[in-house]
């Protein structure tokens, strides 16, 4: 996820009116979160107990994971969600700057979508049924002596001879097998369930394994945000990573446009905190009222 260049570096102001508009009939999603903070980076926090305030700006990380041609995602530009990511940063004391020398945080924003080589349904398409095995020899029935029918042990049965069409479907399920457990692998390190599915990896039919792989396995909208000391970035060309977030929701039943400032709502209580593992929160996913934009401005490095 680390680039070499951060391609564009932004000041968002935001107006300070902000309202969540919940909705009789809003549904609840999990939202997963996994924060983790690096190189010493620790909050301080002032007397009366609130966090000193820290500068950014925002840089655009762009589109990643795998298109799923959903106009929610594919219509979104780093603005819009920069717009409805800055208010929960503004509530933690992280003060949005458009002043290089005085900014602390270049935060970089990446989204997108995940997903595998599912059906329309839902769940992995393994092909065809197996090939089932070969019925059992029929029973030989005589006629034995004064009339009575004797039914005669049947002869041993032979081996059933080698069918090309179930090694066919052996090799095709197996390599169906191997692509489902890259996808899982791939998407649960983009969402940060891979250390959570290393716990259970001795209990794969437990509950909790099974809900984390139903999870992973379905499309997932996701964000990731990750804070950069902005001076080293800017004075010395330095990518000092001091803290990351990454945080997902179910795509199903959703939009990525209206879904976007509810998860973000919820993962900011862990924004430049250590979550200490993946947190998985059941959340309302309504309707979000953002004040407009002052102005948005970009600045070039020097």
Known sequence: ???????????????????????????????????????????????????????????EGG????????????EQSFRKIAEAIAPSLTRLSYVSSH????????????????????????????GAAPIPPPPPPPQVISNGRGGVIVVQTPPPAQPPLSNPDQAAYDAASSAQNRKRDQDNNRNAQLLGYDEELAKYSLQTQSRHHLDLI????????????????????????????????????????????????SMTHMASRYFGQNSKGLVRKEVPVGRVNLADPIFLEAFDKK
């Open 1 to 59: 996820m680390t680039r070499t260049l951060f391609p564009r570096l932004v000041c968002l102001v935001l107006a300070t009116g902000l309202s969540l508009v919940g909705k009789e009939d809003d549904s609840s999603e999990i939202t997963a979160v996994l924060s983790t903070v690096h190189n010493g980076y620790v909050r301080t926090k002032q007397a009366d107990n609130t966090f000193k305030p820290e500068t950014f700006a925002f840089g």
């Open 214 to 261: 139903d999870e992973v396995e379905d499309t997932r909208y996701f964000v990731i945000l990750r804070a950069y000391d902005f001076q080293a970035v800017w004075k010395e060309k330095k990518q000092k990573l001091l803290w990351e977030v990454r945080y997902s929701i179910r795509a199903r039943d959703h939009l990525f446009d209206e879904a976007l400032v």
């Open 63 to 74: 589109f990643t994971g795998t298109p799923v041609k959903d106009k929610s995602v594919d």
């Open 99 to 126: 002043e290089p020398a005085k900014t602390d945080l270049l935060i970089m924003v990446y989204w997108g979508t995940t997903g595998t080589d599912q059906n329309a349904s839902g769940g992995y398409n393994i």
